[in-house]
């Protein structure tokens, strides 16, 4: 059977979290009452001009310097000409020919190793307004009516376009998260993709293995978190191989991803550049930002996740997982780095912030922004933890406590009596109480199985209630299994 691969490339829209619009003064705010953020500039009205909005510029240029990307000296608004329900004027403003942002590169971490992905362009554009089907189950053929919000229509839109470098749902999933870190990093958008602040499409095809000729691609659209990306390519791959296997023809079209079924479907054929009638926007002048202008939003520029990632290796000596973690959000990073400040140990805050303090705030239900936890929490914590005031366990209590209902760690282990039991004769009469209900793990213990004293350690601390100190009840229970 013949091996193909598969060629992939992605188009992502970033909404842009300027105050405005990109061609008026109305509010850029999600979750506002339907058609509250609207006027005749955005809704299309005859007679009005848009103007473009300084600040989305800037937030162009620094996505595309982030990138690599060659800023073009001159670039032009286009007219893309379509009609939906939900785009007012008839057609989008966009770019064509001469976007903002030409070329780049974006590096994803696989298990295998760096790769480099080419960047095509990065363009501006507006978005449209939202359409919303109401019905059972949502869909269009099946709806009873429509609803349309055009407090969207007009929010300033950037679409990054990668070149077909991709070859696998995993490495595209590794460019999205990828993607999504470094315009979190820029500040230039809340990337938040259950909003659909960050958007992806996909173009996927197949080719012979050693070919250089691209297969008909076929568009996945509005997948909206990169579990869905990866899920609809990992189907679309698998249709296409088996279709092309049955001697069937791939089919140039737009498809459309269910998260329920997990299947793509047919949407409508994919539309070709020259059924959008492009033509220069003739209310807009082209930009051609000065060189001097570009250069203090290059000054301006952030510490990239890539850096990021790279210092916490080299000069914290963090391992590749957690430094991948932290480099990823910069809230995350903050956070960490705060902690830091404090005087913390950076492996001991590393794991805390990203496995401890991660895994509590998951089980509240709660995002750390918002949250009662503060740097000052986890330094105290690993204090603590270091200077052997507290076990480990009893710490995890600790934070369970402050992440539910905030307060001191002092005061915590205080209130419910954390200090770690370091006392031998307390301890050696837990330890000896353990051994007396688990006689069959000290039997397997003295038998050879030395494996079972990280279960009798278990059991001294969940009979201590967390406070024991693990090192210490190991020692116990050795002598007393030994002697």
């Not at 780049?104 to 696989?110: P, R």
């Not at 290796?313 to 991948?324: I, N």
Request: proline share 5%.
């Amino acid at each position: 059977m013949t091996e193909r691969e598969a060629v992939i490339g992605l188009e992502c829209h970033v909404e842009l979290s300027t105050a405005t619009k990109m061609f008026c003064g109305c509010r850029n705010g999600f979750g506002d009452p339907p058609n509250t953020n609207t006027c005749p500039v955005c809704l299309g009205h005859p007679g009005t001009l848009p103007v473009p909005n300084e600040a989305a510029i800037a937030s162009i240029v620094k996505i595309g310097l982030a990138l690599g990307s060659e800023i073009a000296p001159r670039s032009v608004f286009a007219r893309k000409n379509y009609f939906y329900p939900d785009m007012p004027k008839n057609f989008q403003i966009s770019q064509y020919d001469l976007p903002t942002c030409v070329g780049g590169h974006l590096d994803i971490e696989l298990a295998s190793g760096s790769r480099r992905i080419g960047i095509t362009r990065v363009h501006m554009e507006e978005d449209t307004g939202k359409t919303t089907h109401a019905g059972a189950t949502g869909r269009i053929a099946e709806a009873e009516y429509a609803l349309v919000d055009y407090n969207r229509a007009g929010v300033p839109l950037v679409e990054c376009v990668s070149e077909p470098d991709l070859r696998s749902a995993e490495e595209a999933g590794a460019y999205l998260r990828e993607l999504r870190a470094t315009l979190e990093s820029l500040e230039v958008s809340d990337v938040r993709m259950e909003e659909g602040s960050l958007r992806c499409d996909a173009n996927v095809s197949l080719r012979d293995v050693g070919t250089e000729a691209l297969g008909t691609k076929v568009e996945i659209k509005n997948m909206n978190s990169v579990r869905s990306l990866e899920r609809a390519i990992r189907y679309e791959i698998q249709r296409q191989g088996a279709a092309l296997d049955a001697g069937e023809a791939i089919v140039q079209e737009t498809r459309h991803w269910n998260e329920d079924t997990g299947v793509t479907t047919s949407m409508r054929s994919k539309e070709e550049a020259f059924d959008y009638r492009y033509f220069p926007e003739p209310d807009i002048p082209p930009l051609a930002p000065s060189s001097d202008w570009v250069g203090r939003v290059r000054e301006g520029l952030p510490e990239l996740p890539a850096a990021r990632r790279a210092r916490y290796e080299d000069e914290l000596g963090l391992k590749p997982d957690p430094a991948r973690i932290l480099a990823g959000s910069s809230g995350w990073a903050e956070f960490f780095e705060a902690v830091l400040a404090l005087g913390a140990d950076p492996g001991a805050a590393a794991n805390w912030v990203t496995q401890d303090l991660a895994g509590a705030l998951n089980k509240d239900g709660s995002q750390l922004l918002g949250s009662r936890v503060e740097p000052r929490h986890i330094a105290d914590l690993v204090r603590l933890v270091d200077d052997r005031t507290i076990s480990p366990a009893a710490a995890k209590q600790v934070l369970e406590v402050v992440v539910a209902s905030g307060g001191t760690v002092e005061a915590i282990v205080e209130d419910k009596g954390l200090q770690q039991v370091s006392d031998t004769g307390e301890l050696g009469r837990i330890v000896d109480d353990v051994l007396a209900g688990n006689s069959d793990a000290a039997e397997k213990f003295r038998a050879g199985n030395e494996g079972t004293l990280g279960f009798l350690v278990g059991q001294v601390m969940r009979a201590s209630g967390g406070s024991a100190d693990p090192k210490l009840a190991g020692e116990l229970l050795r002598e007393r299994l030994r002697s």
